[in-house]
């Protein structure tokens, strides 16, 4: 197994020790949805910000006691405590206030997060809602909640996104490893659409939107404000935002979002205490705009609805009916999808809105006495949507159906009492079927390749149910391996993406609109694979084969013929897209649901710009970088500002078990790399070759983090790139993202020997320089084999040149003359923990080198920074040694599972590595 995988598990752990969990997990008495008054309230209007004209606006995410709608058994009224958006001074409201843009007008807005000061030790709890902290998390280790707010359907730069792992916590005390700036930049550069902004922090995401961190973003082009100027379309006051999202509630009218008792399979490692994330979520309350059951005094004219579903897990199939539990369906005309007018309006009897999902609609109420009432009703299943029988019934994927949702509850979302005489200043719009609203959508002609992807279902390292996405060439993957997906700027890519589930999922790229092109059946097997989890331990993944496809597509249906962003994607079919992917950088691809989203179904993908498949970078290029981007250099070399570069090192320490950065900040990363691809002195074989290991990792991940110079430029070097003969008889491997992996556990190897002249352990770093230096240089080919002792020597150069070619020859003698520079200061290096995590015992090694003895001091130290154990204290020779931790204090008692560091100290050199002991 990649042991980078290991390192990973930091970001899990670490949570729950710098945290008090003070939520019971026992479920408390909950409000009774089926006896709770409905249709009572009237429906929440969200305030609006007016951003059609240029500015900056301050938005902050905080907490507040809001007064929703609910009563307790005997009718008083209850709070309820969420979170908000709002501009900053004027107070927050869930749903937050829905911005109005113009198309092409940009706008800046700082998204501030003011949340209260949860998960910092000795703060009220870890969260308002209960933190599961053993899947994939966003992790700050100061402690605050990480948030980063997403323009769900925005063509949005890569650093304005919102990218999940691009979270800050309170005042940007700490920021992800994506985290670029402070001020997001929406260009508004695409046509009229009903958007919206939601929360998107790694692992955190349904619990923050649950919270309430979600509102509209209403963007307005030329030609929809003239088909409302002209009275085509419905405006002004008979224009409303609909958000549905459904809830639970504790009987004191506080949030409740269950967290145990999930489903598990045996044979998997016992599940920690605590809250645990649930496959879904389907709760018993429908909220319209915050408020439960809603009404919406109308009068007898056409209205807009921007509908939108933002639940977490709930499908719902909407009627307009004239009758709360029967009567006659009403016609909805749809004029919109997610991202844009329909050139037609479609007419409905009803809808099918998965997560993540918005419709336009217009609904006529024209005509209707004064005292008539209209129903918004739900006839979505109450679990897994899995599609519709032919007969029009919920599909229970097995040939029977589903029982549609509870009429008495979540059946029933919003009522329409038609109570106010018609105003006659404003006209009733004059769209119907055959309005044009807009010029027909040109087909998207197919430039790029066609990507195979696949949704998968597969269990994590406990038993319980993961979700999963991958390719149908290479299985499953988690969010955390390498990328597979690199589509180049411009190109119109069609991806066909293959549902190897039970159940249907709404799927949602980033930046792009997408054109749906068809649907159809197929039959497979899924073989079970290991599949590695964040932590280092293994669940189960899984390849699609046997493909073999129905003969069957069907086009999209008649409303979804427009620009999507989200589509519906059926257990059993390959979903076709297309999509121009139109701006460069990282973006991500992902199931909507939320609960899917946080347990590991969504990946990242990376828009590169042509001409730069392998664009690598060479040593003396990051060893500029590395040692003056900090120093902001005048001379024009410096191609990144210093907080890209400590963001590529703490992407190059979490792909690397070698390069052991956990303990340091960003500037004192910066300083190890530079010491890395910068050494004093000579330079022997093995700072070479981890030099040149060092060079290699940056070009991967500056170009999986998809930022490019200050002149423009990309750096680049794909994991799918094909590597040539040299790489493949070193290591046996074809790719770079086959390589990374091998070098690391080589070099982790090579670190446990002491012998710096062995004529075996040389040979193996000059492989690794041999074949890394002719890709830091563009040039993965070119050598057939390599074998060291038929070399001669080049002493002009104290490492590896190439020219024509090919290597040019290189000895053992020359490569022993390069060690001959031992330092004169002793100093330690302190090679990786086996195993960590561990449970028993961790074996601790660390070499002495120069030539002097000088006393070294080993301890053990718990997160809180007392000391747990003191496991050497004494004289050292200079060479490798090993120490022994069995997981007990100095008085013989076992400790409990979680972080520690241990510390070594050699002479005047201290270093701090940490530990995940686990029970």
């Given at each position: 197994?990649?042991?980078?995988?290991a390192?990973?598990?930091?970001?899990?752990?670490?949570?729950?020790?710098?945290?008090t969990?003070?939520?019971?997990?026992?479920?408390?008495?909950?409000?009774?949805?089926?006896?709770?008054?409905?249709?009572?309230?009237?429906?929440?209007?969200?305030?609006?910000?007016?951003?059609?004209?240029p500015?900056?606006?301050?938005?902050?995410?905080?907490?507040?006691?809001?007064?929703?709608?609910?009563?307790?058994?005997?009718?008083?009224?209850?709070?309820?405590?969420?979170?908000?958006?709002?501009?900053?001074?004027?107070?927050?409201?869930?749903?937050?206030?829905?911005?109005?843009?113009?198309?092409?007008?940009?706008?800046?807005?700082t998204?501030?997060?003011?949340?209260?000061?949860?998960?910092?030790?000795?703060?009220?709890?870890?969260?308002l809602?209960?933190?599961?902290?053993?899947?994939?998390?966003?992790?700050?280790?100061?402690?605050?909640?990480?948030?980063?707010?997403?323009?769900?359907?925005?063509?949005?730069?890569?650093?304005?996104?919102?990218?999940?792992?691009?979270?800050?916590?309170?005042?940007?005390?700490?920021?992800g490893?994506f985290?670029?700036?402070?001020?997001?930049?929406?260009?508004?550069?695409?046509?009229?659409?009903?958007?919206?902004?939601?929360?998107?922090?790694?692992?955190?995401?349904?619990?923050n939107?649950?919270?309430?961190?979600?509102?509209?973003?209403?963007?307005?082009?030329?030609?929809?404000?003239?088909?409302?100027?002209?009275?085509?379309?419905?405006?002004?006051?008979?224009?409303?935002?609909?958000?549905?999202?459904d809830?639970?509630?504790?009987?004191?009218?506080?949030?409740?979002?269950?967290?145990?008792?999930?489903?598990?399979?045996?044979?998997?490692?016992?599940?920690?205490?605590?809250?645990?994330?649930?496959?879904?979520?389907?709760?018993?309350?429908?909220?319209?705009?915050?408020?439960p059951?809603?009404?919406?005094?109308?009068?007898?004219?056409?209205?807009?609805?921007?509908?939108?579903?933002?639940s977490?897990?709930?499908?719902?199939?909407?009627?307009?009916?004239?009758?709360?539990?029967?009567?006659?369906?009403?016609?909805?005309?749809?004029?919109?999808?997610?991202?844009?007018?329909?050139?037609?309006?479609?007419?409905?009897?009803?809808?099918?809105?998965?997560?993540?999902?918005?419709?336009?609609l217009?609904?006529?109420?024209?005509?209707?006495?004064?005292?008539?009432?209209?129903?918004?009703?739900?006839?979505?299943?109450?679990?897994p949507?899995?599609?519709?029988?032919?007969?029009?019934?919920?599909?229970?994927g097995?040939?029977?159906?589903?029982?549609?949702a509870?009429?008495?509850?979540t059946?029933?979302?919003?009522?329409?009492?038609?109570?106010?005489?018609?105003?006659?200043?404003?006209?009733?719009?004059?769209?119907?079927?055959?309005?044009?609203?807009?010029?027909?959508?040109?087909?998207?002609?197919?430039?790029?390749?066609?990507?195979?992807?696949?949704?998968?279902?597969?269990?994590d390292?406990?038993?319980?149910?993961?979700?999963?996405?991958?390719?149908l060439?290479?299985?499953?993957?988690?969010?955390?391996?390498?990328?597979?997906?690199?589509?180049?700027?411009?190109d119109?890519?069609?991806?066909?993406i293959?549902?190897?589930?039970?159940?249907?999922?709404?799927?949602?790229?980033?930046?792009v609109?997408?054109?749906?092109?068809?649907?159809?059946?197929?039959?497979?097997?899924?073989?079970?694979?290991p599949?590695?989890?964040?932590?280092?331990?293994?669940?189960?993944?899984?390849?699609?084969?046997n493909?073999?496809?129905?003969?069957?597509?069907?086009?999209?249906?008649?409303?979804?013929?427009?620009?999507?962003?989200?589509?519906v994607?059926?257990?059993?079919?390959?979903?076709?897209?297309?999509?121009?992917?139109?701006?460069?950088?990282?973006?991500?691809?992902?199931?909507?649901?939320?609960?899917?989203?946080?347990?590991?179904?969504m990946?990242?993908y990376?828009?590169?710009?042509?001409?730069?498949?392998?664009?690598?970078?060479?040593?003396?290029?990051?060893?500029?970088?590395?040692?003056?981007?900090?120093e902001?250099?005048?001379?024009?070399?410096?191609?990144f500002?210093?907080?890209?570069?400590?963001?590529?090192?703490?992407?190059?320490?979490?792909?690397?078990?070698f390069?052991?950065?956990?303990?340091?900040?960003?500037?004192?990363?910066?300083?190890?790399?530079?010491?890395i691809?910068?050494?004093?002195?000579?330079?022997?074989?093995?700072?070479?070759?981890?030099?040149?290991?060092?060079?290699?990792?940056?070009?991967?991940?500056?170009?999986?983090?998809?930022?490019?110079?200050?002149?423009?430029?990309?750096?680049?070097?794909?994991?799918?790139?094909e590597?040539?003969?040299?790489?493949?008889?070193?290591?046996?491997?074809?790719?770079?993202?086959?390589?990374?992996?091998?070098?690391?556990?080589?070099?982790?190897?090579?670190?446990?020997?002491?012998?710096?002249?062995?004529?075996?352990?040389?040979?193996?770093?000059?492989?690794?320089?041999?074949?890394?230096?002719?890709?830091?240089?563009?040039?993965?080919?070119?050598?057939?084999?390599?074998?060291?002792?038929?070399?001669?020597?080049?002493?002009?150069?104290?490492?590896?040149?190439?020219?024509?070619?090919?290597?040019?020859?290189l000895?053992?003698?020359?490569l022993?003359?390069?060690?001959?520079?031992?330092?004169?200061?002793?100093?330690v290096?302190?090679?990786?923990?086996?195993?960590?995590?561990?449970?028993?015992?961790?074996?601790?090694?660390?070499?002495?080198?120069?030539?002097?003895?000088?006393?070294?001091?080993?301890?053990?130290?718990?997160?809180?920074?007392?000391?747990?154990?003191?496991?050497?204290?004494?004289?050292e020779e200079?060479?490798?040694?090993?120490?022994?931790?069995?997981?007990?204090?100095?008085?013989?008692?076992?400790?409990?599972?979680?972080?520690?560091?241990?510390?070594?100290?050699?002479?005047?050199?201290?270093?701090?590595?940490?530990?995940?002991?686990?029970?």
């Amino acid at each position: 197994m990649n042991p980078r995988f290991a390192r990973i598990a930091f970001v899990a752990s670490l949570l729950v020790l710098t945290s008090t969990i003070s939520l019971a997990l026992a479920t408390p008495p909950l409000l009774d949805a089926t006896g709770h008054p409905k249709f009572v309230n009237p429906l929440p209007i969200p305030g609006r910000i007016d951003a059609t004209a240029p500015g900056s606006f301050e938005m902050e995410m905080a907490e507040t006691e809001q007064q929703l709608g609910l009563v307790d058994p005997t009718g008083q009224p209850l709070t309820t405590t969420v979170w908000g958006y709002g501009l900053v001074g004027d107070g927050v409201t869930y749903p937050g206030p829905s911005f109005v843009a113009s198309k092409e007008v940009p706008i800046t807005i700082t998204w501030h997060n003011n949340l209260p000061d949860y998960n910092f030790p000795g703060g009220p709890a870890p969260h308002l809602l209960p933190v599961d902290p053993n899947i994939h998390i966003a992790h700050p280790i100061l402690g605050g909640i990480p948030t980063v707010t997403h323009l769900h359907g925005g063509h949005t730069e890569s650093a304005s996104d919102g990218l999940p792992e691009a979270w800050f916590t309170q005042d940007f005390a700490e920021t992800g490893p994506f985290w670029i700036k402070a001020d997001y930049t929406y260009d508004n550069d695409q046509e009229a659409a009903t958007l919206w902004y939601h929360d998107h922090a790694l692992g955190v995401t349904r619990l923050n939107v649950y919270a309430g961190l979600a509102g509209f973003y209403l963007l307005r082009d030329a030609n929809e404000i003239s088909l409302s100027t002209m009275n085509v379309l419905p405006h002004g006051p008979y224009e409303i935002e609909v958000a549905v999202q459904d809830r639970m509630f504790a009987e004191d009218g506080s949030l409740f979002y269950p967290s145990e008792d999930p489903e598990i399979e045996p044979g998997f490692p016992p599940l920690p205490d605590g809250p645990s994330i649930l496959p879904e979520f389907f709760g018993d309350f429908i909220l319209v705009n915050g408020a439960p059951w809603p009404v919406l005094s109308l009068e007898p004219r056409k209205y807009r609805l921007r509908l939108l579903n933002g639940s977490d897990s709930r499908f719902y199939v909407f009627e307009i009916r004239d009758d709360m539990m029967g009567g006659t369906a009403r016609t909805l005309l749809q004029i919109g999808t997610d991202v844009g007018l329909l050139p037609f309006p479609v007419s409905l009897d009803r809808l099918l809105l998965g997560p993540g999902e918005r419709a336009d609609l217009v609904v006529d109420f024209s005509g209707s006495p004064l005292g008539a009432e209209f129903y918004l009703r739900n006839f979505g299943p109450d679990d897994p949507f899995k599609g519709f029988n032919p007969d029009g019934s919920l599909s229970d994927g097995e040939g029977g159906a589903l029982d549609p949702a509870d009429p008495f509850t979540t059946g029933q979302v919003l009522k329409f009492a038609v109570n106010q005489p018609l105003d006659p200043e404003y006209p009733d719009a004059t769209v119907t079927v055959g309005t044009r609203l807009r010029d027909d959508i040109n087909a998207l002609m197919q430039t790029g390749p066609t990507r195979q992807l696949v949704l998968f279902e597969g269990l994590d390292g406990f038993g319980r149910l993961q979700p999963l996405l991958g390719t149908l060439a290479t299985g499953s993957k988690a969010w955390f391996e390498l990328l597979t997906e690199f589509p180049i700027l411009d190109d119109v890519e069609i991806w066909e993406i293959y549902n190897a589930t039970e159940d249907a999922h709404p799927i949602h790229l980033h930046l792009v609109a997408f054109q749906l092109l068809n649907r159809e059946s197929f039959v497979g097997s899924v073989e079970e694979e290991p599949q590695v989890q964040h932590d280092g331990g293994v669940g189960v993944g899984g390849i699609l084969e046997n493909v073999v496809l129905g003969g069957d597509p069907r086009g999209p249906e008649p409303n979804e013929e427009g620009w999507k962003d989200t589509a519906v994607m059926l257990p059993g079919e390959v979903t076709r897209v297309a999509a121009r992917f139109d701006r460069s950088g990282r973006y991500v691809w992902h199931c909507h649901i939320l609960s899917h989203e946080d347990h590991e179904m969504m990946r990242p993908y990376l828009v590169v710009e042509p001409g730069v498949a392998v664009c690598p970078r060479s040593a003396g290029f990051w060893k500029q970088q590395a040692c003056h981007a900090c120093e902001e250099a005048p001379n024009g070399r410096v191609k990144f500002a210093c907080d890209v570069i400590q963001t590529v090192t703490l992407e190059m320490d979490l792909k690397s078990d070698f390069l052991d950065w956990s303990s340091l900040e960003g500037p004192d990363r910066v300083e190890a790399m530079c010491a890395i691809v910068d050494p004093e002195g000579s330079i022997p074989h093995r700072n070479q070759a981890e030099r040149q290991f060092a060079t290699f990792l940056a070009n991967v991940c500056i170009g999986e983090l998809g930022i490019p110079t200050r002149n423009g430029d990309f750096v680049s070097l794909p994991p799918g790139a094909e590597l040539g003969p040299v790489c493949q008889v070193t290591f046996g491997v074809d790719t770079i993202g086959a390589l990374l992996p091998v070098v690391d556990e080589e070099l982790i190897d090579l670190a446990t020997y002491s012998e710096p002249f062995d004529e075996d352990v040389i040979g193996r770093y000059t492989a690794v320089i041999a074949c890394l230096d002719l890709i830091n240089n563009g040039h993965p080919e070119g050598v057939v084999g390599f074998d060291p002792e038929a070399c001669v020597a080049d002493g002009n150069d104290p490492g590896i040149a190439f020219g024509d070619s090919g290597l040019l020859p290189l000895t053992l003698e020359f490569l022993r003359s390069l060690s001959v520079g031992a330092p004169e200061v002793s100093s330690v290096d302190l090679y990786r923990p086996v195993p960590n995590p561990f449970s028993g015992s961790v074996r601790m090694a660390y070499a002495v080198e120069g030539i002097h003895a000088l006393p070294v001091e080993i301890v053990i130290f718990d997160v809180h920074g007392r000391r747990v154990r003191t496991l050497a204290n004494r004289t050292e020779e200079p060479g490798t040694h090993e120490v022994v931790w069995e997981g007990r204090d100095d008085a013989g008692n076992e400790t409990a599972a979680g972080i520690y560091f241990y510390r070594v100290a050699v002479g005047d050199q201290t270093v701090v590595r940490r530990l995940v002991h686990m029970r």
